[in-house]
């Protein structure tokens, strides 16, 4: 028999030392190949003492058990105790009582191309970015966790403070931009759920924090994510709020029926920190702006699904002079906003292969405009305007691949339709955003199992009018077709065409 518990002690030591010198990967591979030879040891000990405990079985019976086989097989039942209570303690530290990691990196290098309204042309021939997110997820219990993202997204060679654009900073999209070298917050939120609300058979969920508002509903299918549960079709903003779920299908028998509540916060109004009164509202800046929102899911099969999504944003706002951000941004009204879609998981049943892993879609989508009386009109007008989008997309197995997936979409947007997709990742503009007509395709490949994969996409943008980038009001949201562009000296400014050929190379684990 081996005597006492030598890779015990030496996890003991390796929980209660200091390792400061250590880094926090190396420290937890170290108690990982602790705990997996201590399993080993584990197993071997249990198996000894099934064995002993059978053959003084066979002793009593025969009523030749001595006393040393007693203590032999006390001395196992403290060591299988010892390693157990180690085990407990290794798997705290490893899993259960510490965030959980993991990265995703992505080496992109667009071609971007613009012509103007007046026949003037822009591109880069060659736009490389790093982009990096590191998540970290913990459940404490099995009620509450939390989800938080680390976000850095930076071009080539680009330095903190470099003069990348006077609004890239802005908190809707400093995530989504390749603006220099910080690491941010993109998302930090606790959740909490629950399989019953108020006795009610209604699994339901609570969260507050930063929001993972990004890449959601559909327009994560080219961008191989998975949904945040906004859709994208009509918001696509980083932003801070709160949000709360209710499963009705215990209670309606309908599938996949849920409601879900979200608020937040896009701008604070508030005197810095460093004046006489910190924090407080300041009568001179542009009021808070808060959102208000409505998810409903009437039916969702897994393969068949209907969605649908309201809100409504108060007191947007227009930059003062987009020539001088300084001038700062005034408040011109609100927006609501309406969106429904309908995806198929699969087309038909049992067809063949190719059309069982087929997914198609069809979204559709209202904005109508609610100008305030003193904000001097949105979009340029005083009165309320509606727009509309309409968007549809297939994605299919990968022609060359098991693994693959390979996609087509299309989307239109009216002279006033109006989306707030800042942050979407096409670096030459939202594409649902466009006042015109949007064609995309893409194939996504996987290299090494799920964890190294590339993509090659292709965006065109055919604007029919301006300002589907800009803000709400009549200085960057103003609808003008290339004609009254260049009619007003802006043909030069005012993007008639765009594409993006983009490649990248991408790291999960």
Request: net charge negative; proline share 3%.
């Amino acid at each position: 028999m081996n005597k006492p518990l030598l890779l015990s002690l030496a996890a003991t030591v390796l929980l209660s030392s200091n390792v400061s010198a250590e880094t926090m990967y190396t420290k937890f591979q170290t108690m990982e190949l602790e705990m997996k030879k201590l399993q080993h040891e584990l197993s071997s000990l249990k198996a000894e003492q099934t064995q002993l405990k059978k053959d003084a079985l066979k002793a009593q019976e025969e009523e030749q058990e001595s006393q040393e086989e007693d203590d032999e097989e006390e001395s196992v039942d403290e060591r299988l105790t010892d390693i157990e209570e180690t085990l407990t303690d290794l798997n705290k530290a490893t899993n259960g009582s510490h965030l959980k990691f993991n990265v995703d990196y992505r080496f992109a290098i667009d071609n971007m191309q613009y012509k103007m309204a007046d026949g003037s042309e822009a591109n880069n021939d060659a736009f490389m970015t790093n982009r990096l997110w590191v998540n970290m997820n913990w459940a404490a219990t099995k009620h509450i966790s939390f989800s938080g993202q680390l976000a850095y997204n930076k071009a080539f060679g680009a330095r903190s403070g470099a003069e990348n654009g006077a609004y890239d900073s802005f908190d809707w999209i400093t995530n989504e931009n390749a603006y220099d070298d910080t690491v941010r917050i993109r998302s930090a939120y606790f959740l909490y759920k629950n399989d019953t609300f108020l006795t009610t058979d209604i699994p339901w969920t609570f969260s507050i924090g930063r929001r993972p508002s990004t890449n959601g509903h559909l327009v994560n299918l080219r961008d191989d994510d998975q949904a945040a549960s906004p859709m994208g079709h009509t918001i696509n903003v980083e932003f801070d709020g709160l949000s709360s779920k209710f499963a009705l299908e215990n209670v309606t028998g309908i599938d996949g029926m849920y409601v879900k509540f979200c608020a937040g916060r896009g701008m604070s109004n508030a005197k810095p920190r460093i004046s006489s009164t910190p924090y407080a509202t300041n009568d001179s800046s542009a009021p808070d702006i808060d959102l208000l929102g409505l998810i409903f899911v009437p039916y969702d099969n897994g393969q068949y699904s209907l969605n649908t999504q309201y809100y409504y944003a108060n007191n947007l706002m227009d930059a003062v002079n987009p020539a001088d951000p300084t001038q700062g941004f005034k408040t011109v009204g609100g927006l609501h906003s309406f969106t429904a879609n309908i995806v198929a998981n699969g087309i038909g049943d049992g067809i063949n292969d190719f059309l069982d892993d087929t997914i198609f879609f069809v979204s559709g989508a209202v904005s109508v405009t609610d100008p305030s009386k003193n904000g001097g009109g949105m979009l340029g007008r005083l009165d309320p305007k509606t727009g509309y989008s309409y968007w549809s997309g297939v994605q299919f197995p990968s022609l060359v691949s098991e693994e693959g997936r390979w996609g087509i979409e299309y989307n239109h947007g009216s002279k006033f339709w109006r989306s707030m997709t800042y942050g979407e990742d096409t670096n030459i503009g939202s594409k649902l955003a466009v006042r015109g007509n949007a064609y995309e395709a893409y194939f996504t490949e996987y290299l090494v199992e799920d964890v190294l994969s590339m993509q090659v996409r292709y965006t065109y943008m055919d604007y029919e009018f301006s300002g589907s980038n800009g803000f709400f009001g009549d200085t960057t949201g103003q609808p003008l077709s290339m004609e009254q562009a260049i009619a007003n000296g802006l043909g030069n400014s005012v993007v008639d065409t765009a594409q993006d050929i983009r490649f990248y190379l991408r790291y999960k684990y």
